[in-house]
T-cell receptor, first 112, second 113 residues
């Protein structure tokens, strides 16, 4: 079963605009991660935020985490056509031998 | 450092056959996880291996099995293939069996006819 659920399922924006993607989850987590996947290829790790963190930045990426609402958001600023991809949030459950559970992903299209 | 490699990249099989997929982790990484990705179910965790031992297992039937060798390379096997096994199979490696950052291979696209 999916732990993380992303919202929206698909997003289409113009180059230069900001893209905001949301992820909600159900149980307590150790950390939440965002990955990108280009057209049926392997996933690339973007950013990780731990349960005791509220915000992290990496280049044009900004991730927030609200553990009280069990939600996270990924903001991509000044989007580029090359950002066109599927984005997944993944959560590591709190507990021993936990595994990474992925959502179904958000398809982002950035129009040139 | 070379990334995670998976072989073969594409595979076509017929129902009832079996298949073995291979994954070579990043040098020095000792943990390998496998995932199945389909349009309907998304990314589903199959299993994780560390030091040749299965550390974690997802909710897949016993037809799905795996193993890890002393050099950390891993294989997964699917027996008695079904049409629904058509998917992209991804493996990911990490240094230790934590899930901090997983490094994914390009995947093996399996088509079952």
């Amino acid at each position: 079963s999916q732990q993380g659920e992303e919202d929206p399922q698909a997003l289409s924006i113009q180059e230069g605009e900001n893209a905001t993607m949301n992820c909600s989850y159900k149980t307590s987590i150790n950390n939440l991660q965002w990955y990108r996947q280009n057209s049926g290829r392997g996933l690339v790790h973007l950013i990780l935020i731990r349960s005791n963190e509220r915000e992290k930045h990496s280049g044009r990426l900004r991730v927030t985490l609200d553990t009280s609402k069990k939600s996270s958001s990924l903001l991509i600023t000044a989007s580029r056509a090359a950002d066109t991809a599927s984005y997944f949030c993944a959560t590591e459950g709190a507990g021993a031998n936990s595994k990474l559970t992925f959502g179904k992903g958000i398809t982002l299209s950035v129009r040139p | 450092k070379a990334g995670v490699t998976q072989t073969p990249r594409y595979l076509i099989k017929t129902r009832g056959q079996q298949v073995t997929l291979s994954c070579s982790p990043i040098s020095g990484h000792r943990s390998v996880s496998w995932y199945q990705q389909t349009p309907g179910q998304g990314l589903q965790f199959l299993f994780e291996y560390f030091s040749e031992t299965q550390r974690n297992k997802g909710n897949f039937p016993g037809r799905f099995s795996g193993r890890q060798f002393s050099n950390s390379r891993s294989e997964m096997n699917v027996s008695t293939l079904e049409l629904g096994d058509s998917a992209l199979y991804l493996c990911a490696s990490t240094l230790q069996p934590s899930t901090d950052t997983q490094y994914f291979g390009p995947g093996t696209r399996l088509t079952v006819l």
